[in-house]
C-alpha cells in the first residue's frame, strides 16, 4: 500500500501491520522499525476516502492528522478498513471493560 504526507504531495510505499492496540507502518517488510504508528485509542473513525486522484483510498482519523493509504485493490482496502474498524472497536471495549 502506499500513504501520501497531510498535503496528498508525497506518496510512499509502505508495509503495514496490525499489532495489538497500534497500526504501523514499516519502509518495507524488512525493516524492523517502524516508520510510524497509529495507536488505537488515537483513533476517530476510519472510512473510505473522498480523496479521488488516487484509486482505492481509504483514511485513519486521529485528533491529529488523517492517514490517508491507498491499495491497488479495492477488495484489499476494504479487508484493512473492516480490520481496523474491528481491532478499534476490541480496543474501546477492553478500555471500557478494564474501567479506562
Not at 32 to 41: H, N, T, V
Request: one cysteine or more; charged letters at 35%; proline letters at 2%.
Amino acid at each position: 500500500m502506499v500513504k501520501s504526507d497531510p498535503n496528498h504531495k508525497n506518496w510512499k510505499k509502505r508495509y503495514f501491520v496490525l499489532q495489538d492496540n497500534v497500526f504501523h507502518y514499516f519502509e518495507n517488510r524488512k525493516k524492523l522499525k517502524a516508520k510510524g504508528s497509529i495507536l488505537f485509542r488515537d483513533i476517530v473513525d476510519v472510512r473510505e476516502s473522498e480523496y479521488t486522484k488516487k484509486p482505492n483510498c481509504f483514511e485513519v482519523l486521529t485528533d491529529e492528522r488523517v492517514f490517508t493509504i491507498s491499495n491497488n485493490d479495492s477488495e484489499k482496502m476494504g479487508m484493512w478498513i473492516r480490520a481496523v474498524r474491528v481491532l478499534y472497536k476490541i480496543h474501546i471495549r477492553r478500555n471500557e471493560w478494564e474501567g479506562r
